[in-house]
């Protein structure tokens, strides 16, 4: 339990960390708050030579609401300043409170939510309620930038389709028309757990009807999914418990999760149908959630 | 938060004893000032680690630690032929571990060597040097792999890889059975945990000329001691063990760990001083925890309950040592007696050698699985009897002034009295078959010994000598035990009962404990024994102070010639101390202070000095293994959780738990609220969450706080503490145990509210939502099938 060496550069830009990011190719890794490298480093899972830290960068730090764009997040925000941001509170209290439910305190002071994305871990509790609400992802590298949908980013387990030189700046919430929002988690303990399943669900109701619909899944893919088949079953249904519990059912047999030590494959399907029907019930009654 | 009701010990006028008086560490710990053993510092301190097995079980073939030497930086690299060839183990019938593994290693993380360096640093990087060539043997994980009969042996002096077996018998099952109006089996499994302290192992040692000085995190200084100089074939008064706070301890830190050895070794071979010390894995790696229990038992009842016969088979997974394993097995089976009464008892138990950590003491010492299974057995009883399962315990709970068939004299023991009173604080009636489907409440009942009558290790000593110095001019006290306070407040209780002994302010005593050189013999904090035997050690010692001070006063003390309620010479049985000051009982105007009076004492004498011995006396039966559970006093509790269940993903959320307790006086009301708010917290962790994994090849898969689930904050209910404040003839101001007996009924009272929300039986802890889930299922089909 011990960091290897390395080197430790600290730059004053993006810029100047894609350039970093670039010119060390595969030997470098970004960190913000160090809560996954770190750990990694020390369980001699990673071992990069070079280090950029890019916690320290005023420019990713914000979260803002621009009008006609939507709600902007920096990448370098911790899942604290997500949790207590008044603009998320107010816009989508959903997303607020998905940062709650992250790891523990400790972690949700240091972590950032460009990390956490960036992390790419199947049961991160970010990516879901993200996707629901439509996120578009900024990717700046050192030749360019490029902005993408989040439900894009993710190529597999820790993996993106970010380049060596690339770093996600900002994360957009686009003006949409959902009228609610919500992620369950579902940990094995009230703190300090990591999902077994997650779901956020996102709706847009008009006079009780279902316009529109998305239900994305964590920890049951290799990559947050969204449930297509139940989204569009939903689509110009009136909303109800039984038409949430088929959307379940219907959700339930579009993931492919695994087995391992904190759930078997068959509990987190089922589990994947009661976390649908309830998040489809909380969005579409309590609005942003 | 907590209500107390006295009962059955009315009459008591103390000063210190029976206060929540604030804790004699408290400013030390929350100011961050205290030391723990990771904080100490020695010039030239070495850093060392151990070297550990990445097999399950193997023959070592080579070890090469020749790259690992050259590293600038290694100072020492110590293998079994470096060290003495001695095994060694906490129960002289069963040393049966080496140093280092001399031949074949026996679980994944097994010790082989160790290392060390100018720095941690160092230190990792040369563990990682060092190759070890292996010839792997086949392995087994669990009990039943290890009896079958084509299993690998894994030690030549356990044939079948049975390394304990019990078979008791008392009284007359055959006849017992043919009157039963009522028989039934249930077969239930505990599983195996660890204890979660957050202080992982660690120990520094040094050589001062022959004499080497241990400063270590262990729960017995005394027992260090002995097994460090057994170990090296040393003089005890060679070995002195020091103890800086520690860190918790659950009963994980009463076996020798191998930081104390490899310590001790390395730092002879190296002359600086040695801090070994473990990751938070090693302790998982380390185990000694809760044995994995597989409980059946068969109880006949008569018609209205009362308990004719038991008859039980439990099979434990001990891992690869003995340790304190074969006690465990023991109690296991022994302390049913004390909580029930009845006279037809058959005990059958099997310890497996298997290739995993090995298993030992952990909080209630064998006793919460068994508890469980027996609680749940009672419950499913009650049930087909159609009775209220708290009746059914009443009708057979154990009365005070009792001997059980397996010979222990119970004094105090008010289990009746703790069931009426949780079932009424809990609004059981209330509750009980009225609660909607996925709600519940269940009651276990538990207790302890308060201190094992024997000792570990055979020997005649006395189990606690006190001792208390009194300052030149009277002003202040010290107070000596080797009693070890790991978190549980053995400081804080030991100094209010001095102060009430001697009758001097609580705030005027320091208490020097932890340290086999400075302070008196105590055996340490294992079976709950601190505050009864330490207790009157200390209590005897006050009373030995007092005793002088009111035979000097008596000659420095005049009453009036006139007016006084006589005149004369005073006696000193006409004085009493209280507080700081002694005065005519009398005649309470006629007074001096303390402190006058002990310096006077000092002026005549010297230093004043009282001396305090407890032993407990030929304690038990005759029959094989009939020492273990005896003890001076038995504790009693009854527990009550209320739960709430999904049905859908079957989570458990305890929403309410009451305790009650007879733990005879309680000398600190607020450290006794804080023992059972932790049991509960432990007990519930450990029924719901808690579970040492391993994969197929048997390496851990969860030595972690992140996938070791314990309950955090936010996972606790309510809880509801009640003391029922009785009175204990064995114990210094009627003390008895609460410690470990608090986390006995919870795994049971916990797991009977889930039965008692869902209808069905998970007979297997823990209780996890997943398994909560597939019973339900399973019960749903089943159902279906049954329709069709």
Redesign the interface.
């Known amino acids: 339990m011990y960091l290897p060496d390395f080197e430790y550069f600290n730059p004053d830009s993006v810029e100047e960390a894609c350039q970093l990011l670039l010119k060390y190719g595969s030997k470098a890794k970004a960190i913000a708050g160090g809560t996954d490298v770190l750990v990694k480093m020390k369980k001699e899972l990673l071992a990069p030579e070079v280090i950029v830290g890019i916690g320290q960068l005023s420019q990713l730090k914000k979260i803002e609401y621009v009008p006609g764009k939507g709600v902007v997040i920096g990448s370098g925000v911790t899942h604290n300043e997500v949790q207590n941001s008044k603009v998320l509170q107010e816009k989508y209290l959903s997303v607020s409170e998905a940062a709650h439910q992250m790891a523990n305190n400790q972690v949700r002071n240091l972590g950032t939510i460009g990390g956490n994305i960036s992390n790419a871990v199947p049961s991160a509790d970010m990516p879901p309620i993200l996707i629901a609400l439509d996120t578009t992802a900024k990717i700046v590298g050192a030749k360019g930038e490029r902005t993408l949908p989040l439900e894009d980013v993710f190529a597999g387990p820790n993996e993106t389709v970010l380049e060596h030189d690339e770093l996600i700046t900002e994360f957009v919430i686009p003006d949409g028309s959902f009228t609610g929002s919500t992620y369950m988690k579902f940990g094995l303990r009230a703190s300090g757990a990591l999902a077994v399943v997650g779901v956020a669900a996102s709706v847009q109701m008009e006079d009780g009807v279902i316009k529109d619909a998305r239900i994305v899944l964590g920890a049951v893919s290799p990559v947050p999914v969204r449930a297509k088949k139940a989204e569009d079953f939903l689509k110009g249904k009136p909303a109800g418990e039984e038409i949430f519990a088929e959307a379940g059912v219907i959700a339930s047999g579009e993931c492919k999760p695994i087995s391992d030590i904190r759930a078997s494959a068959e509990y987190r399907k089922d589990m994947v149908r009661v976390f649908t029907k309830r998040a489809l019930n909380k969005a579409a009654n309590e609005g942003h959630v | 938060m907590s209500k107390e009701v006295s009962y059955l010990n009315m009459n008591k006028q103390y000063s210190y004893v029976g206060k929540s008086l604030k804790r004699t560490d408290i400013l030390d710990k929350v100011t961050g000032r205290g030391k723990y053993i990771d904080d100490l510092k020695f010039s030239n301190m070495l850093y060392g680690k151990l070297i550990r097995s990445t097999e399950a079980h193997a023959r070592i073939i080579n070890i090469d630690t020749s790259e690992a030497e050259k590293l600038p930086g290694v100072k020492a690299i110590i293998t079994a032929k470096d060290v003495p060839s001695i095994k060694y183990g906490l129960s002289p019938a069963r040393y049966d571990e080496n140093i280092f593994c001399t031949d074949t290693v026996k679980f994944y993380g097994d010790k082989i060597g160790a290392i060390c360096a100018v720095d941690?640093?160092t230190v990792?990087?040369a563990l990682k040097l060092i190759k070890v060539e292996y010839e792997v043997l086949p392995a087994v994980f669990t009990p039943a792999e290890a009896a079958k009969e084509d299993a690998p042996q894994i030690f030549e002096e356990f044939p079948g890889n049975v390394n304990t077996e019990i078979h008791l018998e008392f009284g007359d099952i055959e006849k017992a059975k043919q009157e039963a109006y009522y028989v039934r089996t249930d077969r239930l499994v505990g599983q195996r945990t660890l204890h979660g302290f957050i202080e992982p192992h660690c120990a520094i040692a040094y050589w001062e000329g022959k004499r080497v000085h241990i400063h270590s995190s262990h729960q017995s200084v005394h027992y260090l001691q002995h097994h460090i100089a057994r170990i090296f074939d040393m003089k005890e008064g060679d070995v002195r063990v020091t103890l800086p706070y520690v860190g918790g301890g659950f009963g994980g830190k009463v076996d020798i760990s191998g930081v104390d050895i490899s310590a001790v070794a390395l730092s002879k071979i190296t002359g600086q001083p040695v801090k070994m010390f473990f990751?938070l894995e090693e302790v998982w790696l380390n185990g000694r925890g809760r044995h994995g229990m597989d409980m059946t038992y068969t109880t006949g009842v008569t018609k209205e309950g009362k308990i004719l016969f038991v008859e039980s088979e439990t099979i434990l997974d001990g891992g690869a040592y003995s340790g304190l394993g074969v006690a465990t097995s023991y109690y296991a089976g022994s302390l049913l007696n004390v909580l029930y009464d009845f006279d037809n008892y058959r005990f059958d138990a099997y310890r497996y050698v298997t290739n995993l950590p090995p298993c030992g003491a952990q909080r209630g010492h064998g006793q919460p699985h068994p508890r469980y299974a027996f609680e749940s057995h009672l419950d499913h009883i009650a049930e087909d009897l159609g009775m209220d399962p708290i009746d059914l315990r009443l009708v057979n709970a154990r009365k005070a002034n009792t001997v059980t068939p397996n010979g222990y004299e119970v004094k105090s023991y008010y289990l009746t009295e703790a069931n009426e009173l949780a079932r009424d604080a809990s609004g059981w009636k209330d509750k009980k078959g009225k609660l909607p489907v996925g709600r519940g409440i269940g009651v276990g009942n538990g207790g302890f010994v308060t201190g094992a009558g024997f000792c570990m290790y055979r020997t005649d000593l006395p189990h606690s000598i006190g001792m208390i110095k009194v300052y030149d001019d009277g002003t202040h006290a010290i107070v000596y035990s080797q009693a070890v306070d790991i978190g549980q407040g053995s400081d804080t209780v030991l100094t209010q009962m001095a102060a009430e002994a001697m009758g001097f302010p609580y705030e005027d005593i320091t208490i020097c404990t932890r340290d086999t050189d400075l302070a008196t013999l105590d055996f340490g904090a294992y079976a709950s024994r601190q505050t009864l035997m330490a207790g009157w050690a200390v209590k005897r010692a006050g009373e030995d102070i007092k005793k002088k001070i009111l035979i000097q006063a008596a000659e420095m003390l005049k009453v009036k010639e006139d007016g006084g309620y006589r005149s004369g010479k005073l006696m000193p049985e006409e004085l009493d101390c209280k507080e700081g000051l002694v005065f005519v009982k009398q005649e309470p105007g006629v007074n001096i202070t303390f402190a006058e009076v002990a310096r006077a004492y000092f002026v005549k004498h010297g230093v004043l000095v009282g001396r305090g011995y407890y032993h407990p006396g030929k304690l038990g039966g005759k029959h094989k293994g009939a020492a273990v559970g005896t003890s001076p006093a038995y504790s009693s509790a009854t527990q009550i959780a209320e739960v709430e269940v999904d049905m859908?993903?079957g989570v458990t959320k305890v929403v309410g738990t009451w305790d009650v307790h007879d733990s005879g006086c309680v000398v600190n009301p607020q450290l006794l609220h804080g023992q059972v708010h932790g049991a509960f917290s432990m007990g519930i962790g450990e029924t719901i969450?808690e579970k040492v994994?391993f994969d197929e090849k048997g390496k851990l898969?969860?030595g972690n706080?992140?996938?070791y689930?314990m309950?955090?904050a936010?996972?606790m209910p309510h809880v509801d503490s009640l003391v029922l404040d009785t009175f204990e003839p064995n114990g210094p101001w009627g003390v008895k145990e609460v410690g470990e007996g608090a986390t006995t009924p919870t795994l049971g009272c916990v797991a009977n509210a889930v039965y008692d929300a869902i209808g069905v039986r998970v007979a297997e802890l823990p209780l996890?939502?997943?398994k909560i889930?597939?019973g339900l299922k399973e019960a749903r089909e089943a159902k279906e099938k049954e329709g069709k």
């Open positions: 941690e640093e990792y990087k990751d859908e993903t969450w994994t898969l969860n706080f992140a996938e689930r309950p955090t936010l996972d996890t939502p997943e889930w597939r």
